[in-house]
């Protein structure tokens, strides 16, 4: 089972991950487009800069299909999408990453309409962050389904980057070593509230907040 990395609370302790967080201040953007990839590297034109990144499994792509090719992966019991299948050359991109000595490691990959005007690395507007609320309808490593009000269902993508918040959680976050698949913190039934941006089609979820269990 692919495991995603998460923060679990419980009523009285907050539980972090086994390694530490970096600071949010130290991630720069970039808005380009992709000319190359190359195994675990991606290289995108900025203005008159070729910028290449590396990737590793924790690095997170929002595109349009992402979700279903993460979900159908799992579904088969197989590791998610390769980067060459959810990026292409021409596609324009802004690139969320980190300098890493003389590397640029990308923490994340989001497809967009247009590379923006040429400059250089720019700062990247975040997408207004939502609230859904329903109940569980099903929860697999990469996605969660709920039905909200009037009988809507709402499917979130999930990735290393979703935390989720409940009681127990922090137990057994940490009875795991720091790192739990959200199957074993989220079940069918549960009543959540799921905290998500809108991201080229695709509803990422940031947290999951789980407020009733079945």
Do not use: C
């Not at 990395?5 to 130290?26: D, H, K, M, N, Y």
């Not at 802004?94 to 400059?119: C, D, K």
């Amino acid at each position: 089972m692919k495991h995603v990395r998460l923060l679990g609370v419980s009523l009285l302790t907050v539980v972090t991950l086994a390694w530490p967080e970096i600071s949010a201040a130290q991630d720069k953007t970039a808005r380009g487009t992709v000319s190359a990839l190359v195994g675990d590297s991606v290289t995108v034109k900025v203005g008159a800069t070729d910028m290449k990144f590396t990737a590793d499994s924790k690095t997170s792509v929002v595109a349009a299909g992402a979700g279903t090719k993460a979900r159908t992966a799992a579904a088969a019991g197989q590791p998610g999408p390769k980067l060459a299948e959810l990026l292409k050359p021409g596609q324009a991109v802004i690139v969320t990453y980190r300098e890493m000595g003389a590397m640029l490691h990308a923490t994340q990959f989001q497809v967009v309409s247009s590379a923006g005007p040429s400059g250089g690395p720019v700062a990247a507007d975040k997408p207004a962050e939502q609230i859904g609320t329903g109940a569980v309808k099903s929860v697999a490593a990469n996605s969660l389904t709920i039905t909200a009000a009037g009988g809507k269902e709402m499917t979130f993508a999930i990735d290393a980057t979703t935390r989720v918040v409940g009681q127990g959680a922090g137990t057994k976050t940490a009875a795991a070593g720091g790192r739990t698949a959200i199957t074993d913190l989220v079940k069918a039934g549960n009543r959540v509230s799921v905290n998500y941006h809108e991201m080229g089609g695709t509803l990422h979820a940031a947290t999951v907040r789980v407020v009733a269990s079945q």
